[in-house]
């Protein structure tokens, strides 16, 4: 599997640049999942739930199963901080995980920046950005410039970078 991440400011597109790309490597053959991390503290359970009175009984996990999905929440408590890569090694293999998020971590990402969102750029200062996918022209830019409306060369670059093969 590859992490292939998609970072930027709030505000900037990551999610319609994620929403936009699922079809388009899905359409040439792909696997893709993806994972979205967020630094507010959401919990996706609610007190007095089943689910949430067995998390708080002290169990680690907690599979929620329905006819439609399920899903797997796992407790924190005392072990090493979620990492891209530890979770991933829960998923079920696909090509390709498109992870949000995660912006100061240490693997090769694409930067989603907009001028029009006022804040800097996160490139300069972030080895492993790749490439940058923005709506206008970067100038000096010493990475990679994507153009974040063409989403088929975005998809482009993201199977000749990653190394994902033709499909």
Same mark, same amino acid.
């Given at each position: ?118 804040? +800097?750029? #996160? ?7 790749? $490439? &940058?996918? =923005?709506? @206008?022209?970067? +100038?000096? #830019? ?7 409306? $063409? &989403?088929? =060369?975005? @998809? ?12």
């Amino acid at each position: 599997m590859k992490l292939v991440g998609i970072v930027g400011w709030s505000g900037s597109g990551k999610t319609t640049l994620i929403e936009a790309l699922l079809p388009v490597l899905i359409g040439r053959g792909f696997t893709v999942s993806t994972m979205k991390h967020t630094h507010h503290r959401v919990d996706l359970d609610q007190p007095g739930k089943d689910t949430f009175r067995h998390r708080q009984a002290g169990a680690t996990d907690v599979v929620m199963v329905s006819e439609c999905r399920w899903t797997i929440m796992h407790e924190v408590r005392d072990s090493e901080p979620p990492t891209p890569e530890r979770i991933a090694a829960r998923l079920t293999p696909v090509d390709i995980v498109l992870v949000e998020g995660f912006k100061s971590l240490g693997h090769d990402k694409v930067e989603v920046y907009r001028a029009g969102v006022g804040k +800097p750029p #996160l490139y300069p200062s972030d080895a492993h950005i790749v $490439a &940058v996918a =923005s709506d @206008a022209p970067l +100038p000096a #830019l010493t990475r990679r410039q994507l153009d974040l409306n $063409a &989403v088929g =060369s975005v @998809a482009d670059y993201i199977v000749s970078h990653w190394q994902l093969g033709g499909r």
